[in-house]
């Protein structure tokens, strides 16, 4: 039995002062909920902030991106152990916005889930075909590619400490959200994959999360699928009520 995990994407958004407050609210909101693993991904400059407010909370930490070397003359770079050091228990790897406006690649991706690992942070692995490799066809391939990419020589036990999420491209912050057949279509096709890569026992622990204009209201119906098991929030994560009913949804 997988447990749900919702995560939020705050993206470039949030002051110090505004994820703090953000963050005190919802841990008053979900305070209760046991059922499952709920982070929240803020700026970097954020982080170490918000790790005080979630401290002993059942709110975990997440950062939006992470560099593969350790350290030394990589300016602008922040590497997992500092993550770590931050308070960090997950880290985004390979969003789209990152492999469209910062030419990541699937081979950097696999760099910085090993860097990652390393450290002992759980990465959120992103995957997702644009509008025209939907259109044309080439959905599944495209997802194959990105996995094989991604996840190239990660043993089962490296695969089992990560999380996955499919972001179709089309849908990230465009109001669109794959219906909820659409994204099973996909989710299965990754459990099959990571069946077939690692068999099944292990396949099955791996948590796959949906992204693209997740809200309160199409939540439920993503969640019955069998193979979604939970969420990559972005846009809903930023407002308190969005990202608290989204998690009560999910449950
Ligand atoms: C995301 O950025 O990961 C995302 C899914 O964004 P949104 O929910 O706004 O579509």
Redesign the pocket.
């Known amino acids: 039995m997988r447990q749900v995990f919702i995560a939020g ?1 705050w ?1 470039l958004n949030k002051s110090i002062k505004e994820a703090i407050e953000l963050v005190t609210e919802l841990k008053r909101d979900l305070i209760d909920i046991e059922a499952a693993d709920i982070v929240v991904c803020p700026v970097f400059t954020a982080l170490s902030d918000v790790s005080d407010v979630i401290i002993d909370s059942n709110i975990k930490l997440g950062a939006q991106d992470v560099y593969w070397q350790e350290s030394g003359a990589f300016t602008g770079e922040v590497s997992s152990t500092l993550l770590k050091d931050a308070g960090c228990t997950y880290v985004i790897i390979g ?1 789209s ?1 990152r492999r469209k406006y910062f030419f990541e690649t699937d081979e950097t991706v696999n760099k910085k889930i090993k860097a990652a690992q390393n450290a002992e942070l759980i990465p959120i692995v ?1 995957v997702g075909e644009t509008l025209e490799e939907r259109e044309s066809g080439k959905t599944m391939e495209v997802i194959k590619g990105q996995l094989q990419g991604s996840l190239q020589s990660l043993d089962n036990q490296s695969l089992q400490a990560l999380v996955i ?1 499919y ?1 179709p491209v089309w ?4 109001g669109k959200t794959a219906t909820s057949s659409q994204a099973q279509e996909v989710h299965g096709f990754i459990r099959n994959w990571l069946i077939e890569r690692c068999g099944s026992p292990v396949s099955q622990k791996i948590r796959i999360l949906y ?4 809200k309160p209201s199409n939540i439920k119906e993503l969640i019955q699928e069998p193979d979604i098991d939970g969420a ?6 930023l407002e308190r009520e969005t990202f608290s009913q989204i998690v009560k949804n999910a449950l």
């Open positions: 994407n993206k969003h916005e992103c999420a972001e849908a990230i912050g465009t992204g693209g204009s997740v990559l929030v972005g846009g809903a994560s």
